[in-house]
Structures are given as C-alpha cells and as structure tokens.
C-alpha cells in the first residue's frame, strides 16, 4: 500500500488562529505543525517589511501578540522548514504566505513575478527569489456587529434559490448608480431588490465570494476567472467586488448586503469551494497553504511529493486532517455567526468526505460536524454531489439535512421538452420529488433541488436556441465545455428573425420553468434566465468577465412574457402549500375534517382519459402528454386545495378528458405557457374535454 501522510496534531484552541486586535495591538497565530521557524512580517503603507519571529505551542499553533497594531495592518508569514518534497514538505522562507484565517485581502498577484516555490528548471528545486512584491496581503480587521437578522427562517419547502454572481447581475444594471454596479452595494440596491420580491424567489445563491484568484494558464489568454471558483481566503469576502476599499472595507459592505436582504425577508446562501484552492498543483503558485504545509493540507500521492486530484483543479484539500476540517468549520461559523449568512451550496462536496486513503466515506467527520454543530446544524446546506474521483458520484447517498442538485432531473426534463425520452414514466418521478433517488431513511423532498440550468452551461435561452457550444472565445478552439447539453435550437442555430422559431423558442423555455417550479422539491432559477439572458452558446463562461457573461437588462422587454410566467407561477407555489409539501405522495387518500375519505388523493396521474393511469399507460413509449393532480392533505384551511397539471410535450394539440366525480366539480386554467389567447380562464365543468395546445404546460385549479 502507498505510503499516506501523517495526521498531525489539530490546533488545541483555533480561536488563537488569524488576526485579532486585542488591548493595545493584535494577537496573530498560524498552524504549521511542522515548521522549524514562523516570522511574522508587517507591511508598511512604504511597503516596508517589519519581521517578527512567532513562538510555537506543542499543537503547532504559532503566536504571538504586537502592540501598536491596529485594523487596516497588511501582513503575511514566511514559514521555515526541510525542503524535502518527496514527503510534503516544501517550506520556503522567500515565499510570503497569506494567513488562511486572514479575514480581509489585499491586492492581487503578479503572474509574472516569482510566485513559484520551485526554480523554472524543475518543480523540486527551491526557488530563492523574494515573492513579496507579487503577492496578496492578509489585513487586520476590527470586530463589528453581525448583519441584521432575517425577522423569521424560510423553511426550506418554502425556498425559491436564485443562483446570482455578485458582479455579472449589476455590471449592467441602468437603476444602479454606475460606482456601484458588480459590487456588494451594488446587489443590495434597492431597484435590484425590488426585482427579486417582484419576481418571487426567497432565497439569492450568491456565486463564490470567497477571496479568490485566476489560474496562470488564463492570464497568460488574457483572461480571467470569472466565476469564483479559485479560492485563496476562506474567511476573506472577495475583495475587488467592494466598492470603497480592500483595507477590511469589503468586510463591512458584505455584511450591509446582507442586512439589506434580511429586511427585504430574502436569505443569503454561498456558493463555497472547500474541495481545493488556487494554489492548484504542485507545480503552480505558492500563495498559502502549500508553504505551510504542503501535505498538511493536500491530498497527496502515493509519492507525496505529487498532489492527488480529485476536483479537476490541480490539487484537493485534504479533511482527513483534522487541523483542515478545523479551518473548513471555522471558516463555515464565521460566515454564519458573524457575516450573517443562511447556508451554503458546496461545491464538489464529495472532496470533503473522503478519508485518508481518498476513499468516499458517508460518515466522514465532515458530514457529522454538519448534523451536530450548534451554529451550522441551522444553516441551509446543499450539496453539489459529485466530484471527479474513484466513486465521485454520490447523488441521494448524502442523507438528512442534506439537499442535493439533482442532476438526473435536469436531464430528463431537458430530454423530455425536445422529445427524446421514450414516454413519459420518468417523469412523473421527477415531477413528484424524485423518489427514486431520495425517499430513503426518513429524507424529505427538499432533498431535491430541481434545476434545468445552472452557471455551468448553456443559460435558457441557448438551451432552446443552440445545438452545440460555441465557446471559441475562451481560447480552447471550443474543446472546453460539455457536449452534453441535451438543447435543441427550434430549427435554426443562434439568434435569428424568424417570428414562428422565437415563438417556439420562448413557449419551450416557459415549458422547462413551469416543469421545476412546479415540481415538488426546491426549485433553484438561474439568474437571468427569466428574462432571456444569453452567452451566444458559451456552455463554460467561467473566464468571461464580459458582456458575454454580465446579465443584460435590456433584454427584459422581449422576454416580457417569460418573466410574467415564472412571476405568476412562483406565486401560486407561494400561496398554495399543496405545492411545497416536504413530506412524500404516495397517492394516499385525503380526508375531511371528520376523518372521512373524500373520494380524492393526494397524487393522482392521469393520461388523457376519463380515469387514472393504467401500467400500460405509464409504459406507452409514444405517449407524449401526462396531467398531475395534486391535492393538499396536511392542513385543515386548505382541504379541498387541488390541482390538475399537464405536460404535453407533442407538437399537436391533443384533447383529455377532465377528471370528474369527487375528483372535481369544475377546473380554471390559472396559467399556462401558450399564447394568452389559447386557453381562457373561465371555469370547465369537470368532465368536459379540453383541447391541450402543443407544446405546452396547463395549470388548472380545482373548484
């Protein structure tokens, strides 16, 4: 068996670790277990650097307290040990290191300069040249309150998720002062605000925000990582989207953000990636972690010298240490407990319940610190469920109180509106909160978050309007991207003039929104999609910090019916429970308030015809259309709360039969994804035959 680093001792008391101003200056601590040495260095507003050698404890903690510092102090470390990276070490005292508990950053790095710990002749050699010009800087910052508590939590049946990136949503925003567009300040701007309540979502999923870096590779195109998915500072709000300042100024603008949600009653979720940093592999830039301790903090290979790759990035943070698990909880508290936020989506989750030997293990510590910690056991956590390793795939493993994006329902949903699905058995799954996957050992739907698109891929718009990617301008020769996108065009690829392919185009975008917010489980709308945002069939934006990937608000007026569409739907999900039932249908009858059956279910499925679905019905490969009744059960005010939905995904219009006897004594189409003039709103006796436009998603509430 190949040889596997050793656990070393955890920090005994971690709240010693970072920056903190305490009496007349600040009391500064690092964990590197196995250094020799650990300076402190101080930089000056001259750039000068003041070196102060910190004393170390039996747990590895480095400390020691300066007066006369005060908040707005940059600094860094220079850690001293073996240079032996055939067993993880590789200390470099002429790297300065940033703090990893360091709560604000400043400045960026020189890609050019010499931010490799090894000499260009060969990645095992030391490189002796001083990094302190090309680096970013840890800044003190003084405590300050926490934001403005949400008056009540959203429970998450109740959840709308709305997957923004801090910068693209205002870059172009015309209500938003032009200083502070793509800043915090910017987001939490009242006209932007406004757009979110209007709109209905509960929930903003805010991209990574953590401090983070490009890869060399993209500023050497002239690029840039947009996205946020590099990071270097897991306590650090990512500096350049402050809008006054980077000297701990950010801090402070993050936390009005989220006070500003909090009054408006929506909540603030972080997209965080634990599962690796932008150091990326050995190979690349020595920043932080790797100088303090490479195989303290990565996972190694079997020659420890080589990090082991999981997440696709170059390296993978390793939670087997418990001085690692430590930073990744601390870093979680913090952001809860003292920047106010309501939960996180994790990014490549599956990195962080692997054990020692990179095996996935389902009860890792990582998974239990979520359950147990009294501070994160009521923050919102989702998990993206999956990473690149040996058993990676883990959707429905993860458990209570777990959500997980729900991959399998993007696909099918994608599949079924382009017609390339043989029936329609599965989908009655998805609609119904994906049972398959999740309704094990007492999960609730919540645990799926429906999605059709995410910032990885195409935006609704191309979904319905490109074949293929065309991601030419990330300098790949457009072999970057999923091929995957299971799209459809309508008949012509990219933007065109054709009035009857726009009108298509936009019904089977308003299609695939009314199937998830429909659905059972939490749905989770990119942002933009609602208003027809495009990337001109980039699939991988990630390096487009450009109109391409900014979100235009002009496109609003064009997309005017799609918008309205997921307003009006969002609403009836808002206002009828029967909607965000957390607890699984299984056709159970629903009683009155005797105790008496009422002749109804609580999910019924329904064909066309005069009575329900037979075996043959769900296993039909051409059947093309499929209507779901949905009736409340759990709460005595809205007991006869019900209706009938229908999916036809077929090109023709078709005719069923609308359910009558106790299922219903008359039906009103309370919205649909055709034009306003194909169906009315009058009520229909039940019974009655009603013609289904083609293509198209039929809400009917039951009188």
């Known amino acids: 068996m190949s040889p596997t680093p050793a656990i070393l001792p955890p920090p005994a008391d971690s709240s010693r670790l970072g920056a903190r101003l305490l009496g007349d200056g600040a009391r500064f601590g690092l964990w590197a277990p196995r250094a020799s040495r650990v300076e402190l260095v101080l930089i000056g507003d001259d750039k000068k650097q003041t070196n102060h050698d910190l004393h170390r404890g039996h747990d590895g903690v480095w400390t020691r307290h300066l007066s006369g510092v005060t908040a707005g102090q940059r600094y860094g470390y220079r850690v001293h040990g073996d240079w032996a990276p055939h067993s993880g070490a590789r200390f470099n005292p002429a790297k300065l290191l940033l703090d990893p508990y360091a709560r604000a950053i400043t400045g960026g790095v020189d890609y050019r300069g010499p931010i490799l710990d090894h000499t260009d002749e060969s990645d095992y050699e030391p490189d002796q040249r001083d990094s302190f010009n090309a680096v970013p800087l840890g800044v003190v910052v003084a ?34 002062p032009e200083h502070l567009r793509g800043t915090y300040a910017g987001l939490a701007y009242p006209a932007v605000i406004e757009h979110l309540k209007e709109l209905g979502v509960t929930s903003v999923e805010l991209l990574p925000v953590h401090q983070f870096v490009s890869e060399p590779f993209l500023i050497k195109r002239g690029l840039s990582n947009y ?21 701990g100024q950010q801090v402070t603008e993050f936390k009005e953000m989220v006070s500003a949600f909090h009054e408006a009653g929506l909540e603030v979720i972080l997209d965080v990636v634990y599962n690796h940093t932008g150091e990326g592999g050995h190979e690349g830039p020595t920043l932080s972690f790797r100088g303090i301790d490479h195989s303290g903090y990565y996972r190694l290979a079997g020659d420890l010298r080589t990090d082991y790759d999981v997440t696709g990035c170059g390296n993978s943070v390793d939670t087997s240490q418990p001085g690692v698990l430590q930073l990744v909880a601390d870093s979680l508290r913090y952001w809860v407990s003292e920047m106010g936020v309501d939960g996180f989506r994790f990014d490549l989750v599956t990195t962080l319940i692997r054990d020692e030997h990179h095996q996935v293990d389902l009860r890792h510590q990582f998974q239990q610190l979520l359950r147990t910690d009294p501070v994160l056991s009521q923050a919102k956590i989702i998990a993206e469920p999956w990473d690149l390793g040996p058993y990676g795939y883990q959707v429905g493993a993860f458990g209570r109180p777990w959500s997980e994006w729900n991959d399998k329902f993007r696909n099918y949903v994608r599949d079924f509106w382009r017609e390339n699905t043989h029936g329609i058995a599965e989908m009655g799954k998805r609609l119904s909160g994906s049972p398959d996957i999740f309704n094990h050992h007492g999960r609730c739907t919540t645990a799926s978050i429906n999605f059709i698109t995410a910032h990885d891929g195409f935006t609704l718009r191309d979904l319905v309007t490109y074949n293929v990617k065309h991601n030419g301008a990330n300098g790949e020769s457009n072999r970057d991207g999923t091929d995957d996108n299971r799209s459809w065009n309508c008949g012509v690829e990219g933007d065109t003039d054709d009035p009857v392919i726009n009108a298509l185009r936009h019904r089977q975008a308003g299609n695939m929104l009314a199937t998830m917010i429909l659905s059972t489980g939490v749905p989770m709308i990119t942002a933009g999609d609602e208003q027809g945002r495009t990337q001109l069939g980039n699939n991988n934006a990630y390096c487009q910090d450009s109109p391409l990937a900014w979100l235009h608000w002009d496109t609003g007026d064009e997309w005017a019916d799609l918008f309205d569409l997921t307003r009006r739907l969002l609403r009836l999900r808002a206002e009828h429970r ?59 005010r809205e007991a006869d709360d ?12 078709v005719q069923v039969t609308l359910p009558e006897g106790d299922w219903a004594t008359t039906y009103t189409v309370v919205a649909h994804t055709g034009r306003y003039d194909e169906l009315l709103d009058d009520k229909i006796p039940a019974g009655s035959r009603l013609w289904i436009p083609g293509r198209s998603v039929v809400v009917l509430q039951v009188d």
């Open 143 to 176: 405590d300050t309150p926490p934001p403005t508590a949400l008056a009540a939590p959203i429970p998450m049946a109740d959840t709308v998720l709305y997957e923004l990136h801090v910068k693209g949503f205002t870059r172009l925003h015309p209500a938003v």
């Open 642 to 653: 019900a209706f009938l939905i229908w999916l036809h995904r077929g090109s023709e219009p």
């Open 578 to 636: 029967v909607f965000r039932r957390s607890r699984y249908r299984h056709g159970e009858p629903v009683l009155d308030s005797a105790g008496n059956p009422t002749g109804r279910k609580n999910l019924a499925w329904f064909g066309g015809g005069e009575h329900e679905m037979t075996h043959e019905d769900w296993h039909d490969p051409h059947r093309a259309t499929l209507g779901m009744y949905l009736a409340d059960d759990e709460t005595d």
């Open 227 to 247: 996205w946020g998915y590099n990071t270097l500072g897991f306590f650090a709000p990512h500096s350049a989207y402050g809008s006054v300042g980077t000297l």
